[in-house]
Nanobody, 125 residues
């Protein structure tokens, strides 16, 4: 059975950094495109970034470019989301997902079939 598990969520102060990790059970995470999403209370889930299998092409939501970086960690066998200069508006539950394609299929949540349960990130002073 296929599972995704997010980790790394925490409470940080504005301006701080966090690295979230997405691990998989039941399949090779690095064989497919993996995307990160987040959901804040009262809002729809929004796509943040995706990294493809082929050539590790990356896609980012415009308003996080330069602050968030997605990458594959070959040692931990995870897909990580490095988040810098965090703002209170980044407070959300963060999810990783895949649609078992090797290239990123955009950042629309409905296109992704497999999801983790999420990890909470809270940014406050």
């Amino acid at each position: 059975q296929l599972h995704l598990v997010e980790s790394g969520g925490a409470s940080v102060q504005p301006g701080g950094s966090l690295t979230l990790s997405c691990a998989a059970a039941g399949f090779d995470l690095h064989s497919y495109a993996i995307a990160w999403f987040r959901r804040t209370p009262g809002k729809e889930r929004e796509g943040l970034s995706c990294i493809s299998n082929k050539y590790e092409t990356t896609v980012y939501r415009d308003d996080i470019k330069g602050r968030f970086t997605i990458s594959k960690n070959n040692v931990k066998k995870t897909v990580d989301l490095q988040m810098n200069n965090l703002e209170p508006e980044d407070t959300a539950v963060y999810y990783c997902a895949t649609d078992l394609l090797i290239t990123c299929d955009g950042l629309t949540p409905d296109k992704y079939d497999y999801w983790g349960r999420g990890t909470q990130v809270t940014v406050s002073s």
